[in-house]
């Protein structure tokens, strides 16, 4: 796909570029077009090696790196929901419907809801009363739905104030095999292609919400009410606490852990321990709590 | 199997105290097998409801093991599992799950070890549990219990061997972690997260957005994340103000 196709959106095409994906800034999608509004997003263009293309303002057009595609419009939002819905409406770049298809092993309460198309259920899934299953959602084999859970939640997506950008959900939700989820979990359908996934052998205790587009790794622990913002990337064996928040595209290295009520805002680096609101290291909030005894 | 024994290796594992570490997985191994060897063989009683009762048809109450007494109050697209115990005048609002298992996961280097529940949930007389909130029932052979005239607000999480006191209030969005005590006319307020193991005391208040990770107590106000005093924690808060750098 190259932003030079899409010449019903207008404006100024400066560099054109070939991109797979959409997304946001903050996001973990490769080769992807994104939209920028806010000049505090620029310094992660530079960081980020994802980003393949970018639409945004004539204002700030200078400081794009000249190895991405730019083009130059009025409204970044508007032009980009546009692209988004011209993709959804050509059927060939986000996931495509199917037929469902749900294993005879498989027991499912007469109290679920499962939607008509485009579902997925491995061998031996328990799926308990009052859960319900949204369109273009795959569940690998053996897992354990509970009461309340709702998978793929679809409320549409705004991005702006003016109510006329709105973009449609066109992703789905992958789950592996043998995950755990417990009661009234929420996990959202992803907005873009990459789908909300979460992997083999994780554990979701209850109230747990997981934004769209997130990606949770192999054997983590996630414990009650603790909320997971969009596109953040958690890797494996990871444990977040109860009642954490770990905010919009933040990633989370290998073996983290994140202590109860904690919200993590930055980038959390494998193997440490982050504690507090805002989080930081856990040792220095410690010492830093034992002043006030 | 020993309480005290259970006890005494489950603070070792909490401590993280290298030596008894092994014994605790040993034991917990151990405990599992013997759940898996000796399933609950015992058949559960039909449910039994009350009289007085209002179920909204849309709620689901398993076909066994619940006991709900008179004039209680079930409405539309509650859950209530099997091992539960409603006293009388009991309310469960929308979307609220009761009963459901313990969660509770082990990890043994790469493997996480997940363990049956086998005890029971009980909620008193009067107690109210609002709008999708979820109440867990006991582990091992003990109950996890809502206490008379206690009210818990919405999306609130309690989990497995909590003991909540007579008249308590826990408002909207707190989660109260396993095994913590709860005592009489205690107050939890909006967002609080309570540690495993703690004891909130008698008429204790925990202030809103709390995260408690010690014991609280009676009469005491907490605040703040990680929780001290209350008005210790205004008095840091003045002098942050007070300051044109903050302390950190």
């Known amino acids: 796909m190259r932003l030079s196709e899409f010449t019903n959106v207008g404006g100024r095409l400066v560099r054109d570029k070939e991109f797979s994906s959409l997304g946001r800034v903050r996001d973990w999608q490769k080769n992807r077009l994104v939209f920028i509004t806010d000049s505090k997003e620029l310094d992660l263009l530079n960081r980020d090696q994802n980003i393949s293309a970018v639409i945004t303002y004539e204002s700030l057009a200078k400081y794009i790196p000249e190895s991405l595609g730019l083009l130059i419009v009025d409204n970044p939002e508007k032009a980009f929901s546009k692209i988004h819905l011209t993709l959804m409406a050509r059927k060939d770049f986000y996931p495509r419907d199917f037929k469902n298809d749900i294993s005879s092993d498989a027991v499912i309460h007469e109290t679920a809801v499962i939607s008509d198309n485009s579902v997925r259920i491995g061998r031996n899934c328990r799926i308990g009363p009052k859960a319900f299953i949204g369109p273009h959602t795959e569940i690998g084999d053996g897992v354990t739905i509970g009461p309340g859970t709702i998978i793929g939640a679809d409320w549409g997506n705004l991005i702006s104030n003016d109510s006329d950008i709105f973009l449609a959900r066109a992703g789905g939700v992958k789950i592996g095999k043998k995950v755990w989820l417990h009661c009234n979990c929420v996990i959202e359908r992803s907005i873009f292609g990459g789908l909300t996934e979460i992997g083999d052998y994780t554990y979701l205790d209850s109230l747990v919400s997981v934004g769209a587009g997130a990606k949770i790794g192999r054997a983590c622990i996630i414990v009650a009410a603790a909320i997971i913002g969009q596109s953040a990337c958690l890797d494996d064996e990871i444990w977040v606490g109860p009642n954490a928040v770990i905010a919009e595209g933040v990633r989370v290295g290998r073996k983290g852990s994140i202590s109860l009520g904690s919200v993590v805002i930055d980038d959390v680096p494998a193997g440490k321990k982050v504690t507090g609101n805002f989080a930081v290291d856990h040792m220095k909030f410690i010492d830093f709590m034992r002043r006030f005894k | ?248």
């Open chain 2, 1 to 248: 199997m020993k309480k005290g024994v259970s006890r005494f290796l489950r603070k070792a594992y909490r401590f993280g105290k290298d030596m008894a570490k092994p014994f605790a997985y040993i034991f917990f191994a151990a405990q599992e097998y013997y759940l898996r060897k000796h399933p609950d063989k015992e058949k559960l009683p039909v449910t039994v409801i009350g009289e007085g009762s209002k179920i909204h048809p849309r709620a689901f109450i398993a076909k066994q093991g619940v006991v709900i007494g008179r004039n209680c109050l079930i409405e539309a697209d509650a859950v209530i599992l099997e091992h539960t115990i409603l006293e009388d005048n009991v309310r469960v609002m929308q979307g609220s799950v009761i009963g459901s298992d313990g969660f509770v996961r082990l990890k043994v280097g790469k493997h996480i070890i997940s363990r049956h529940s086998r005890g029971k949930l009980i909620i008193r007389s009067g107690a109210i549990i609002g709008p999708h909130c979820c109440v867990d029932r006991a582990f091992w052979r003990s109950n996890t219990v809502v206490g008379n005239h206690s009210v818990l607000g919405s999306n609130i999480y309690v989990a497995h061997d909590v003991y909540i006191g007579d008249k308590c209030i826990i408002f909207t969005g707190a989660m109260l972690a396993g095994r913590a005590k709860v005592d009489d006319e205690a107050t939890v307020g909006f967002n609080c997260s309570v540690s495993n193991d703690l004891i909130i005391g008698k008429r204790a208040i925990v202030f809103p957005g709390s995260v408690v990770t010690k014991d609280v107590p009676p009469g005491a106000m907490v605040s703040g994340n990680f929780a001290i005093n209350h008005s210790k924690h205004m008095l840091i808060l003045r002098e942050i103000a007070s300051q044109s750098v903050g302390i950190l």
